[in-house]
């Protein structure tokens, strides 16, 4: 990694609820450890919960993974956690981000903005190299989560029509991508927006 690749430091005011979502290996973790530190705010990642719940139930990542296969009641559990915390600060008035694939309709209207990330899927795989999941696992679990999502909730998590920001993060540093989202996040006026496309909330 370059200087140009690390996000510089910038500060910015605003209370904006964001959601950001994208697949493994979109560079979402990088983009909200730097927008959490320009915001001063914290945010939450749907795969530190899913860690948790690994741990909640003594699992390796790998096992649990293989379990929500067998089972609806671990995804449902870790979107119910994620329901619950875009219920607390879509009323809190203060900035905040919620991150995970589905984090965008879990929060429906209560986001202020939502912005959904990706990649050609050989820049994932080059990115994710040193995770605990392979490769292969990676492009199974983004399938069957697909499926499990539209089975559970009628969910086409390939639908970005909703998205207030989509980027590839592979054309830009991680600097520039987080200087679009800061610029986007500090020239917001809810004043003249012209709205969001509504959605629905999820039945959970």
Not at 32 to 61: K, N, Q, T
Not at 164 to 178: C, F, Y
Not at 180 to 194: G, Q
């Amino acid at each position: 990694m370059t200087d140009d690749d690390v996000p510089t430091a910038r500060s910015v005011d605003s209370n904006l609820f964001i959601t950001v979502s994208g697949p493994p290996g979109c560079g979402a973790t990088t983009l909200c450890e730097g927008l959490s530190a320009a915001l001063d705010c914290g945010y939450v990642s749907g795969g530190d919960i899913f860690r948790e719940l690994a741990e909640d139930r003594d699992l390796s990542l790998s096992q649990l993974i293989a379990k929500t296969d067998e089972t609806d009641e671990i995804d449902r559990a870790l979107d119910r956690r994620l329901r619950t915390i875009a219920e607390k600060w879509g009323a809190a008035n203060k900035p905040f981000i919620l991150e995970s694939r589905l984090a965008g309709w879990l929060a429906g209207n209560r986001a202020d903005l939502r912005i959904w990330l990706d990649a050609p899927e050989e820049v994932r795989v080059d990115r994710t190299r040193d995770r605990e999941e392979m490769e292969a696992e990676m492009r199974v679990r983004e399938v069957s989560e697909a499926g499990r999502y539209q089975s559970y909730y009628d969910i086409d998590v390939s639908d970005q029509s909703f998205y207030d920001l989509s980027i590839n993060t592979a054309r830009w540093s991680p600097a520039a991508t987080l200087e679009m989202v800061l610029t986007a996040v500090e020239e917001y006026d809810p004043d003249v927006d012209e709205g969001a496309f509504q959605t629905k909330d999820v039945e959970l």
